[in-house]
Nanobody
C-alpha cells in the first residue's frame, strides 16, 4: 500500500553533482522521517542523511558540508543534493521512510522501515 520510488542516480566524475529524488506513493497523510542510505559493494548499508517532518536533519560525518537533504512541499518527497562527489560515495542509494501514516481501506495504519528499490550512484576518479 506504500511504495517509495527513487530516481536521479547515474555516473558522474569526481567533483561533480547529482540530485536524488524519492517519492512515496499510497494513501499517505504524513511521514515522520525520510532518509537516504547507501551500500557500497562488500559493505554494510549505512545512513547518509535523514530529515524529520519538522525538517530536523542529521548527516553522516563523511557527507557533511557536501550533501543536503530536503523534503518537498507535499512532504511525501525527499531529495538529496550531492555536491563535490568523491569515488567513495559510489554505491546504491536507498530511500527510507519511517512513521508512514496511511489509510488501508477505512483504517489508519503506521508503517516503519519502508524502503525503495535503490538507485546506483557511480563516481569516477
Amino acid at each position: 500500500q506504500v511504495t517509495l520510488v527513487e530516481s536521479g542516480g547515474g555516473l558522474v566524475q569526481a567533483g561533480g553533482s547529482l540530485r536524488l529524488s524519492c517519492a512515496a506513493a499510497g494513501r499517505i497523510f504524513s511521514i515522520d522521517a525520510m532518509g537516504w542510505y547507501r551500500q557500497a559493494p562488500g559493505k554494510q548499508r549505512e545512513l547518509v542523511a535523514v530529515i524529520t517532518i519538522g525538517r530536523s536533519t542529521n548527516y553522516a560525518d563523511s557527507v557533511k558540508g557536501r550533501f543536503t537533504i530536503s523534503r518537498g512541499g507535499g512532504k511525501n518527497t525527499v531529495y538529496l543534493q550531492m555536491n563535490s562527489l568523491k569515488p567513495e560515495d559510489t554505491g546504491v542509494y536507498y530511500c527510507n521512510a519511517n512513521g508512514v501514516k496511511y489509510y488501508n481501506g477505512d483504517s489508519a495504519m503506521t508503517l516503519n522501515g519502508s524502503w525503495g528499490q535503490g538507485t546506483q550512484v557511480t563516481v569516477s576518479s
